[in-house]
């Protein structure tokens, strides 16, 4: 029999070398329309090529997961009306963390809609500031959007709850002090599925972690993250950009098969372990002065 080992090796090493291009930014999809798409559902794709943006429906309105940019608005509310939803429905707004390519709509959005706006306690401040008044990472101008009221200042494990629907923030600091990873249950098919739509465990490029003064816990709270992350039930396995979970390559199975593309437990397992690995090397760097 042929042993197969080096070969599963080689693509594994190959996805983790993908994964950690991925998890550098490519600005140039940020903007650029995609086809919106049910996941599962009442759970719904409403972002860009890359900057993902999440549809939760209910009969009482529904809620919207991460504005994007403030360019991203009119794609976000092109895409909810292509799938036969009232963009004045969305009565909740929440957001992964407080950086530009997530939130930096949500002022017009609530305008438009007069949703409300709730945000993780540790990044609310930012988010009513504009942002950062001065970079943590020492470049990048991600940390600078319009400032916007929050209405409700989350806490980890809290439950939004509209309709039907039940999302549980899930404190995953570190690429921000409150970013957010969202999880809920949605009924596919009379099956109940576990989503996860990861916040961020990247360490940015810049990012400090050592001796870091304006975020001494930096290093500290990514730890947690990573511990939090692999504790989670998933069977859906979503975030913040579609290429954390390889969004495009899913879409294009949508409908070849039986099977729900977007279910992937072994692959989310597999990015958290990267990223994990990804930050313990950057750590271990910034320990060593190198």
């Given at each position: ?10 693509l594994?090493?190959?996805l ?9 930014q490519d600005t140039s ?7 919106p ?7 719904y ?6 900057l993902a943006?999440?549809?939760i429906?209910t ?13 991203s ?14 963009f004045?429905?969305i009565r909740?707004?929440l957001?992964s963390?407080a950086h ?5 709509g ?6 438009l ?5 709730w945000?993780?306690?540790?990044d609310?401040?930012a988010v009513?500031g ?6 943590r ?9 319009p ?9 980890d ?5 509209l ?5 549980v ?10 970013c ?6 949605v ?19 810049g990012?400090?972690l ?16 990573f ?5 989670l039930?998933?069977?859906l396995?979503?975030?913040a950009?579609g290429?954390?979970y ?7 199975r ?6 729900n593309?977007?279910v992937d437990?072994?692959?989310?397992l597999?990015y958290?372990t ?14 060593k002065?190198?």
């Amino acid at each position: 029999m042929t042993d197969h080992r080096p070969l599963q090796t080689l693509l594994f090493f190959l996805l983790l070398g993908f994964w950690g291009v991925a998890s550098a930014q490519d600005t140039s999809k940020w903007t650029e329309p995609f086809p919106p798409h049910r996941i599962a559902g009442n759970l719904y794709y409403v972002g860009s090529r890359d900057l993902a943006s999440y549809l939760i429906t209910t009969p009482e309105g529904h809620v919207l997961i991460n504005s994007s940019l403030e360019e991203s608005v009119p794609l976000i509310r092109a895409s909810v009306e292509k799938l036969g939803f009232k963009f004045a429905d969305i009565r909740i707004l929440l957001i992964s963390h407080a950086h530009s390519d997530h939130c930096a709509g949500s002022a017009e959005i609530v305008k438009l809609t007069g949703a409300k706006y709730w945000v993780m306690a540790q990044d609310a401040d930012a988010v009513e500031g504009g942002g950062a008044k001065k970079s943590r990472v020492g470049k990048g101008d991600y940390t600078q959007f319009p400032p916007v009221k929050v209405d409700r200042r989350l806490k980890d494990g809290e439950e939004v709850k509209l309709g039907d629907a039940v999302l549980v923030a899930r404190l995953t600091p570190g690429h921000t002090p409150g970013c957010t990873t969202w999880t809920m249950q949605v009924k596919d098919n009379g099956k109940a599925l576990n989503a996860v739509i990861i916040g961020s465990p990247n360490v940015n490029p810049g990012y400090v972690l050592v001796g870091n003064k304006n975020y001494p816990g930096i290093a500290t709270d990514y730890e947690k993250t990573f511990q939090v992350l692999k504790s989670l039930p998933v069977d859906l396995f979503l975030g913040a950009h579609g290429a954390y979970y390889s969004m495009e390559a899913k879409y294009a199975r949508i409908g070849k098969s039986a099977e729900n593309p977007f279910v992937d437990p072994e692959g989310y397992l597999r990015y958290v372990t990267d990223r994990e690995g990804a930050f313990l090397a950057e750590w271990e760097k910034q320990k060593k002065g190198k």
